[in-house]
C-alpha cells in the first residue's frame, strides 16, 4: 500500500485563471511569485513567515510598487506544480505527500530555507520525516527515485538519491530464504480489499509463500540507466551472487534493447527468472542503444560462470551490430572464452558484420575466442596440481566429460556448419579445428564429418591441400561406422583411405589376439584328461556339463588360425597395393579382389549412401577405394565369425 502523509486542515482556497493562481482569502495579495510561466497572487505574512528566503527578498525588495513586491524563482525545484504544494503549506491547507512529490517538495523546502528555526514544524522536517518512511517500502522507494532524474542536482545535494539506492540495494540483497512470508518493517499491512497481504507494495494472495530471487528485476528496469547503473554497483558492493547481477541486467537490456530482444531465443538459460513480459517502452536511438549496451556491459560480472554463456553471446551478436567499441567486443570475447564449454552450437553461429564479408559466419571471432579458452584452460591445469590429464581415461569414456572435451565437440559441430561455405578458406577452417588437442576428441567421428562436408562443398582443392586436411583428423579414432564410410570416400586422398584400413586390420588382429589370450587360459585350466578342473566334491556331478563345450576346441582353434591367415593376406595385398603407382598395378590388384563402390556423404546420425546418377566407367582410384570396401567387409564378417565362436 503505498504511503500518503496529509499536512494542513484548512479548506481549497486557490483557483487557476489560465497561467495564474489567486488566493481568495478575501484580502488583495501584496506579493506576486514568478515561477518559469507561472505568476502566483500571494500574500505576504503566511508566505515569510515559513520561508527565510522569502522574507529576507521581501525585506530587501526595491521595487517601483512598494505595495506589492514580485519575486522571480526560475530555478525552484520541481517548478511551479512543487511551489503550490509549498504555498498551500504556508497557508495550512490540506495537502498530500506522497511517493511521487516528496522528492521535489523535499528540495523545494531546502531552496526556500524552510527550516524549524524559522517556524516550528516547518515543511523540512515534515518531508524529511516522509522520507525515512517512504525508504521501508520497496515500491515507494523506486517510485521516488525515478522523480529525482527531473531535480538530479538538488536530490544529490540532499543525499536523496544516495539514500534511495542504498535502501534498495539492501532489500534486493536480503535473503528471502530467511523469510517464511515477506513481512515489511511494520509487519502486515492488509490491501483495501482485505483479501491480499502487501509487502513493500507487493500484493500477493493471502496464503503464505517465499519470493524467488528475481522478485526485484522487472521494478528494477523502471530505472534510466544513470541511476540503474548505479543501483547495480551498490547491490555489487553489497556481496550479492553474480548470477543474480546478470539476471538483473538480462531483464534490464530486454526491456530497452530491441535488438537483443528480436534474438532467436527468448529466454535466458541457466537463470530461475523469467523473461520480461513488457517490450521496450521508450525507443531509443541506435546512438543511445550504442552507449546503453556498452554501459550494460560494463557492469557484467567478471567471474567465471557469473552470467549465462548464451547471454553473453547475444551481447556480442548485438554489439557487433551496433558497432559497439573493440573493448566492449574483447570484453565479452574474453568472458565466453572462459567458459566457452557451456555455450550452445546455436548461439556461436555469429553472423559476419564485417565491412568485408567473405564469410557468412564470424568465423574470426569464434577463433578468438577459442583462444581464449585454451588460455584458460591451461592455466587452470598448471594452477590444478591434482589435474592431470590422462589420455586412457579421456579414452575409455569411463570419466566425465572435461570443458576441452565439450568445447572440442562444440567446435567439431561448428566446422561441420561453416564448412559448406564455399568462401571460407582452408587456412582457417585448419586454424579452427587445430586449436583443439588430439587428446580431447574422444572419437574424430565430429571432425570427419566436418572435414567430408569441406571436400564436397571445395572440390577444386588440390591433391596436396586434402592431404593437409586430412591430417586434422585421428585415424585411428573413428567408429566403425565412420571407418566404414570412410573406406568408401572418393573425397578423401588414398593415403588416408589405406591407413584407415590398415587400423581396422588391427583391430582385427588384437580381436583375434584376444582370443588365443582366452585359448591359453582355458587350455591350462583343464587336468592332463583334458577335462576341467573342478573341486573333488563337484567333479563327477559337472563333469558331463563342462566335457562337451571342450569337445570342439580343436575346431575353434583351427578356426581362428584360418581367420589370421586371412588377415595375413590382406597386410600383403595392402603393403603390395602402397607400393603400386601405375594403372597396371591397379589392374593387377582389382582382378584379385573386384568391386564396385558407391559414393557417399557420411553424416553420423544417417549415415545413408547415395548411389552415382550415371554409370560411367570408374578411374582406377574409384575401383580401388571399391576394392577397399571389400576388405571391410572381409574384417566385419570376420568379427561376425569371432562372435559366432564366442557364443559357441
Known sequence: MARIMKLGSKSEVFHRDGQTWLCSTGLPSDVIVEVGETSFHLHKFPLLSRSRLIENLIKGYSGDDEKKCVLQFQDMPGGAKTFLLAAKFCYGIRIELTALNIASLRCAAEYLHMTEDHGEGNLITHTENFLNDIF???????????????????????????????????????????????????????????NNVLWNGICSAAKPQSLSEDWWYEDACLLRLSLYKRFILAVESSGIKPERISGSLFHYARRHLPLLGSSRQSSF??????????????????????????????????????????FLLRLLRTSMILCARPSCREKLEKLIGAQLDQAALEDLLIPNMGYSVETLYDIDCVQRILDHFVLVDHEAVESSSNYIVDEGQLMGGSQPLTPMTMVANLVDGYLAEVAADINLKLPKFQSLAAVIPDYARLLDDGIYRAIDIYLKAHPWLTDSEREQLSRLMNCQKLSLEASTHATQNERLPLRVIVQILFFEQLRLRTSIAGWFFVSDNLETSQDPTGNLALPRNNASANAGATQEPFLEADDIMERVSELEKECLSM????????????????????????????????????????????SKPRDSKASATASFRNGIENHNNGESELQALKEK
Open 136 to 194: 521501508s517500502n520497496w515500491t515507494d522507494t523506486i517510485k521516488t527515485l525515478e522523480t529525482c532524474e527531473e531535480i538530479l542536482p538538488y536530490a544529490e545535494k540532499l543525499h536523496i538519491v544516495s539514500r534511495c539506492i542504498n535502501s534498495l540495494a539492501m532489500k534486493a540483497c536480503a535473503d528471502v530464504s530467511l523469510f517464511s512470508w515477506p513481512m515489511s518493517e511494520n509487519g502486515n499491512a492488509q490491501s483495501p480489499e482485505g
Open 269 to 310: 538459460k541457466g537463470g530461475n527468472y523469467a523473461s520480461p513480459a513488457s517490450t521496450v517502452s521508450v525507443p531509443l536511438s541506435e546512438t543511445d542503444q550504442r552507449n546503453l549496451l556498452e554501459e550494460i556491459v560494463e557492469l557484467v560480472p567478471n567471474e567465471k560462470g557469473g552470467t549465462p554463456t548464451n
Open 571 to 614: 597386410k600383403e595385398e595392402l603393403d603390395k597395393l602402397v607400393k603400386l603407382k601405375t594403372k597396371g598395378g591397379w589392374s593387377i590388384f582389382l582382378k584379385k579382389i573386384g568391386f564396385r563402390s558407391k559414393s557417399l556423404s557420411y553424416d553420423p546420425k544417417t549415415t545413408k549412401s547415395s548411389d552415382s546418377k550415371t
